[in-house]
């Protein structure tokens, strides 16, 4: 009989076979062994469940198809099926480098206080990727975790689910990873640290399609109205004058694709945060 795993990988997958086969390809390499590896499938055709079943004997596997969309659904499916006490959620289009795991347990075993460790999205040279993360160990504040944190390099201790109500597949279409964070930061000791690392596509609000930018921006309005207290307005402030200043220099260009998506990342944060608000009345 198999013993329990330590590491619960909860993965949500739409109709991504390719991308997800190098993500199983790059946990083959894990220095780490004792994990699983829960897939919930939302996509529309078998192709998925096929690559899962060429990895079946060679990773501990549990799949799961659930034709209902909605990434924080698909997670805390995953999250009810798993037998870790520690839960990471990759995305289906990210790579594991071989010591991730490795890195994530040495972290809790250093810090067994902390309840949720963070780490850094980079490339196979170190640099990093999306955000100018730190090179430090950081404890997460309310004032500092937005800067820290993506959904890719969360490792939980905790059992809790994700909001239903936001992230893809739903109308606001993102920050249930940030919610996730921000609903634990004064209960628990959350800690980011750099030597946990994992690659994943740079994808920044120039290079969205503006409906992408408006959707993302629909769930930044929503997290904040939901946690809404000085530090969120803080950061509502900041995000609403950061988009407005590049839609301002955009229009200064003439760079009208480019002040259309500021444009619809601006209006979609200002509409999340008034249209969350009356979804609670």
């Known amino acids: 009989m198999n013993c329990a795993p330590d590491v619960s ?13 190098s993500l199983l390809e790059s946990l083959l390499l894990q220095t780490f062994k004792n994990f699983e590896v829960i897939i919930i499938d939302q996509s529309e055709d078998d192709l998925t469940k096929t690559v899962v079943e060429v990895y079946k004997g060679q990773l501990r596997l549990l799949y799961h198809h659930n034709p209902e ?37 040495e972290a809790f075993n250093r810090n067994p206080r902390a309840a949720i460790i963070l780490g850094r999205i980079c490339d196979c040279r170190g640099n990093n990727l999306i955000r100018p993360w730190p090179r430090k160990e950081v404890r997460l504040t309310q004032y500092n975790f937005y800067w820290l944190y993506s959904s890719v390099t ?45 690659f994943h596509s740079p994808l920044s609000t120039k290079e969205m399609p503006e409906t992408k930018a408006f959707l993302y921006g629909l769930g ?34 003439l760079n009208v694709e480019e002040a259309r998506k500021f444009k619809a990342a601006l209006w979609g944060r200002l509409l999340g945060l008034f249209q969350y608000a009356s979804t609670k009345k």
């Open 9 to 21: 990988l909860v993965v949500a997958t739409f109709n991504r076979s390719r991308e997800l086969e």
């Open 69 to 105: 969309r909605g990434l924080s659904k698909a997670r805390n499916i995953g999250i009810s099926l798993s037998q870790g006490r520690i839960l990471a959620f990759p995305d289906d289009d990210c790579v594991y480098y071989p010591d991730t795991i490795e890195k994530a347990i």
């Open 154 to 198: 969360i490792f939980s201790s905790l059992r809790s689910l994700f909001d239903e109500s936001l992230g893809l597949g739903t109308k606001f279409g993102s920050n249930e990873d940030a919610d996730y964070i921000y609903r634990h930061l004064r209960s628990y000791l959350c800690l980011y640290t750099p030597s946990v690392r994992i």
């Open 220 to 253: 930044f309005g929503a997290f904040c109205c939901k946690n809404w207290d000085l530090p969120i307005a803080l950061l509502y402030c900041t995000s609403l004058l950061y988009h407005s200043l590049n839609l301002l220099k955009a229009g200064v260009r």
